[in-house]
């Protein structure tokens, strides 16, 4: 089973970048997006149903911003939209379909680089997403909870770290929070199961400022964490860089049957 997660910075533009012939090719049996800066009034048919796959979608209410996404070569058997906060639901940021035993969940975590009224936003979702956490993993179902998290947890996670500990994405609190996923809580992230120690090869997100890209000074803030016993199942863990459709590159997770 392979799973597939990118942000798109806005489903129009990366469309128009390639990313539905690719995604034709994948081999993604579940593919979460998020950023799709797009309403359901903007998507065209292909995007809300590309061929082959069946298509879930919440939106946030402010035009051209957020929202997530996931497409599944299978139809779900259960739909949930949103976490349950109204403050969090409006602007699209969970999106979780059921299969069988397996729970996938496409996620975009706020940033808070624009100031500090949205890094104390950041942390009242942390905040409030913790306990969902916990939940999920205690709900006895398989889940991985694919998306843009908005962190680098470790200093191998990012090529600047030194200069970033006082930055949105790095900051203690933050690498602390996801520290106590991974590790209290228990989820596993399922990249660093086989790569553990890998660098360079790891960023899945980089600045458009400078030459970010060219020079491969990039963060890794794009995980699938899942619960642990199918996080013991995965079987190879890739981020794909020869095209590019967004700021983003998709991460690329397979999954033993």
Same mark, same amino acid.
């Given at each position: 089973?392979?799973?597939?997660?990118?942000?798109?910075?806005?489903?129009?533009?990366?469309?128009?970048?390639?990313?539905?012939?690719?995604? =034709?090719?994948?081999?993604?049996?579940?593919?979460?997006?998020?950023?799709?800066?797009?309403?359901?009034?903007?998507?065209?048919?292909?995007?809300?149903? *590309? *061929?082959?796959?069946?298509?879930?979608?919440?939106?946030?209410?402010?035009?051209?911003?957020?929202?997530?996404?996931?497409? @599944?070569?299978?139809?779900?058997?259960? /739909?949930?939209?949103?976490?349950?906060?109204?403050?969090?639901?409006?602007?699209?940021?969970?999106?979780?379909?059921?299969?069988?035993?397996?729970?996938?969940?496409?996620?975009?975590?706020?940033?808070?680089?624009?100031?500090?009224?949205?890094?104390?936003?950041?942390?009242?979702?942390?905040?409030?997403?913790?306990?969902?956490?916990?939940?999920?993993?205690?709900?006895?179902?398989?889940?991985?909870?694919?998306?843009? !998290?908005?962190?680098?947890?470790?200093?191998?996670?990012?090529?600047?770290?030194?200069?970033?500990?006082?930055?949105?994405?790095?900051?203690?609190?933050?690498?602390?929070?996801?520290?106590?996923?991974?590790?209290? /809580?228990?989820?596993?992230? $399922?990249?660093?199961?086989?790569?553990?120690?890998?660098?360079?090869?790891?960023? $899945?997100?980089? @600045?458009?400022?400078?030459?970010? !890209?060219?020079?491969?000074?990039?963060?890794?803030?794009?995980?699938?964490?899942?619960?642990? =016993?199918?996080? =013991?199942? /995965? $079987? =190879?863990? @890739? /981020?794909?860089?020869?095209?590019?459709?967004?700021?983003?590159? *998709?991460?690329?997770?397979?999954?033993?049957?």
């Amino acid at each position: 089973m392979r799973i597939i997660t990118l942000n798109l910075n806005g489903i129009r533009s990366a469309c128009n970048k390639g990313f539905l012939p690719w995604l =034709a090719n994948s081999g993604g049996e579940i593919v979460c997006l998020q950023e799709l800066k797009a309403q359901a009034g903007d998507m065209q048919p292909d995007m809300l149903q *590309p *061929p082959g796959y069946h298509g879930y979608f919440h939106y946030a209410e402010k035009k051209g911003y957020s929202g997530v996404g996931i497409y @599944s070569k299978q139809p779900a058997d259960k /739909v949930i939209i949103g976490l349950g906060h109204a403050e969090i639901d409006a602007e699209g940021r969970y999106l979780e379909c059921q299969y069988g035993n397996l729970s996938v969940v496409s996620l975009y975590l706020p940033s808070g680089s624009s100031g500090e009224e949205r890094q104390q936003f950041k942390f009242a979702v942390m905040a409030k997403f913790l306990p969902h956490l916990e939940q999920l993993i205690a709900g006895g179902r398989d889940v991985v909870i694919c998306g843009d !998290w908005n962190i680098a947890h470790q200093e191998i996670d990012l090529k600047n770290w030194k200069g970033n500990k006082k930055n949105s994405g790095f900051l203690p609190e933050e690498r602390a929070w996801m520290g106590d996923v991974l590790q209290r /809580v228990g989820w596993v992230d $399922t990249y660093r199961t086989l790569y553990p120690d890998t660098t360079d090869a790891c960023y $899945t997100w980089w @600045s458009n400022r400078g030459q970010a !890209w060219a020079k491969n000074v990039g963060w890794r803030i794009d995980y699938q964490l899942a619960t642990p =016993a199918l996080g =013991a199942k /995965v $079987t =190879a863990a @890739s /981020v794909y860089k020869a095209e590019r459709f967004s700021d983003h590159a *998709p991460l690329i997770v397979d999954y033993a049957d």
